[in-house]
């Protein structure tokens, strides 16, 4: 993995469509949902909004650490870091686990 190729992973993120796909509505509602709840353009968010939510930032969550664990193959202290990789995949896991039985 080059420099371009790890910066563009890293500033992946989510866009007003991602979030309408997730929450199964209209991109429109996605930013009238996040406006100020004073302002007449002001919409209610999506029901279940919550789950998704969490859904999609385990989801962004397991990406960036196995972004992680291919940027550190060419670390020089592999060891410490694959460590901790492991431990947040187990917590990630744990978290996945809730949010599917919930």
Not at 19 to 47: I, T
Request: one cysteine or more.
């Amino acid at each position: 993995m080059d420099f371009v190729e790890a910066t563009d992973a890293l500033m992946r993120k989510l866009t007003a469509d991602d979030l309408a796909e997730l929450f199964g509505c209209s991109k429109q509602s996605v930013h009238q949902a996040r406006v100020n709840p004073a302002s007449v353009s002001y919409r209610s968010p999506p029901p279940n909004w919550e789950d998704a939510a969490c859904r999609a930032a385990t989801k962004q969550a397991m990406y960036f650490l196995d972004l992680a664990g291919k940027l550190h193959r060419h670390a020089d202290n592999r060891e410490p870091l694959e460590k901790r990789i492991a431990k947040l995949r187990q917590q990630l896991a744990e978290l996945k686990k809730r949010v599917s039985t919930s």
